[in-house]
T-cell receptor, first 112, second 114 residues
Framework: EDQVTQSPEALRLQEGESSSLNCSYT??????LFWYRQDPGKGPEFLFT?????EEKEKERLKATLTKKESFLHITAPKPEDSATYLC?????????????WGLGTSLAVNP | DTGVSQDPRHKITKRGQNVTFRCDPI?????LYWYRQTLGQGPEFLTY????????KSRLLSDRFSAERPKGSFSTLEIQRTEQGDSAMYLC????????????FGPGTRLTVT
């Protein structure tokens, strides 16, 4: 069964304290792995798509990497405005519906 | 703004009433998805449209739920005889044909069933 597990469930950082969020997955053929940011009461906001092992994407203080079994979202020198829930999702290559299989998310709090 | 829009943003209804939500996808996107999300959970897939065709519906979705996408443009999600367990955020997403495959989400409709 396709599955996504994110860790930790919650993370509290001081401003400027770099860290990484983990997303491990099992899927019958990976079409893509996606990272989203979600603020309370809002829909998920797309951040990155990763397609193959070894791929990396960067955006401001965020960097996403992918291996055959997991992805990391590295946050460098975070600011309070980076506080949000970060969701990871995978899309299996089998089937044509492209539905996303989601993890439960990591709730990140960055203290000033 | 050309993002995904949803209406209403909030809906409070009494148990047993019917409710309908609307989603307007990004204009050139032919694929449209409905998800449901409860607190502390990731989005849960409900149904998927490619153009006007509903190609998949979650087995978790009871017969009280129905979705349409006439003419392959906007979509509606109707819940009949609402139950308290239906209280959740209902999210709509759309994606373009071909690569890239990412889905873009609307702001969601928060449903509260009293």
């Amino acid at each position: 069964e396709d599955q996504v597990t994110q860790s930790p469930e919650a993370l509290r950082l001081q401003e400027g304290e770099s860290s990484s969020l983990n997303c491990s997955y099992t899927v019958s053929g990976l079409r893509g792995l996606f990272w989203y940011r979600q603020d309370p009461g809002k829909g998920p906001e797309f951040l990155f798509t990763l397609y193959s092992a070894g791929e990396e994407k960067e955006k401001e203080r965020l960097k996403a990497t992918l291996t055959k079994k997991e992805s990391f979202l590295h946050i460098t020198a975070p600011k309070p405005e980076d506080s949000a829930t970060y969701l990871c999702a995978v899309q299996a290559s089998a089937g044509n519906n492209r539905k996303l299989i989601w993890g439960l998310g990591t709730s990140l709090a960055v203290n000033p | 703004d050309t993002g995904v829009s949803q209406d209403p943003r909030h809906k409070i209804t009494k148990r047993g009433q019917n409710v309908t939500f609307r989603c307007d996808p990004i204009s050139e996107h032919n694929r449209l998805y409905w998800y449901r999300q409860t607190l502390g959970q990731g989005p849960e897939f409900l149904t998927y449209f490619q153009n006007e065709a509903q190609l998949e519906k979650s087995r978790l979705l009871s017969d009280r739920f129905s979705a349409e996408r006439p003419k392959g443009s906007f979509s509606t999600l109707e819940i009949q005889r609402t139950e308290q367990g239906d209280s959740a955020m209902y999210l709509c997403a759309s994606s373009a044909p071909g690569e890239p495959y990412e889905q873009y989400f609307g702001p969601g409709t928060r449903l509260t069933v009293t």
